[in-house]
């Protein structure tokens, strides 16, 4: 079974190595963390208070009556086709965390099948999972390993997976890592993000500012760029906050 939370599009590509590409985004439900430092407040439907990340929607099973199920990736194709424009946009796989469906054959077949059809494909994901890159179409999508540091309140040893983030550097063709930061942790950041460097292969690192607004991601945006600046990674804005806001689905 595939539970997706939302399918929407075509849109840009707010952020990473893609910024800007018309995409169509599948976002699946299920994450195996919480990251409640990031501190976004929300109201389940039941009406209980929490905190999460910014796609806790995707993320907390309290939301899952919204969730869409579909028990063959057949069915999954044909509702994204619905959303699909004229020419060949990116296709865009997140969460909450994709590849807690990584081991499911239809989640493989949807895989298969947009790549063999060439769309390229994103995979946005924790990296935190172990998963095994055997077949040919795999090795073709392009990651989005956004590895969680210690401002998401996530312990160390579940966040930073050694082992998943060599497999995924050393066995795709493309990829990259990206890291979500506040202007009061700059310097927590950049001993982590070093010391995570050190244990695996050479990758492209981007720096994006905290925020699940364009008012909270602009105050930290400067500091961010600051960072990238000092360290030599890439900034990478978030450009579908800078434009929409928080506001969903676009």
Aim: neutral net charge; glycine residues 4%.
């Amino acid at each position: 079974m595939l539970e997706v939370n939302e399918i929407f599009g075509p849109t840009i590509q707010g952020e990473g190595k893609r910024v800007g590409t018309s995409s169509v985004f599948i976002r699946f439900g299920k994450c195996n963390f919480r990251c409640e430092g990031f501190a976004i407040e929300y109201e389940t439907p039941s009406g209980v208070k929490k905190c999460a990340c910014d796609s806790y929607y995707a993320v907390d099973p309290a939301f899952k009556d919204q969730w869409l199920t579909f028990s063959s990736s057949n069915d999954l194709i044909k509702e994204v086709e619905k959303y699909l424009p004229s020419y060949k946009c990116d296709i865009v796989i997140t969460g909450g965390e994709p590849l807690l469906y990584w081991k499911n054959k239809e989640f493989q077949r949807l895989l298969k099948y947009y790549v063999e059809n060439e769309y390229k494909v994103t995979i946005e994901t924790n990296a935190s999972l172990n998963i095994d890159i055997t077949q040919n179409y795999q090795k073709k999508i392009l990651f989005s390993m956004s590895v969680k540091l210690s401002n998401s309140l996530e312990p160390l040893r579940k966040r930073v997976n050694i082992k998943t983030l060599t497999n995924i550097i050393t066995k795709s063709d493309d990829k990259y890592l990206k890291f979500v930061i506040n202007k009061d942790f700059l310097n927590d950041a950049k001993k982590e993000i070093f010391d995570i460097l050190k244990q695996i292969p050479e990758v492209e690192v981007y720096l994006m500012p905290m925020g699940d607004n364009a008012i909270s991601m602009q105050e930290n945006s400067e500091s961010v760029i600051n960072l990238a600046l000092e360290t030599g990674f890439k900034y990478c804005d978030r450009l579908h906050i800078r434009v929409w806001d928080n506001k969903r689905g676009v």
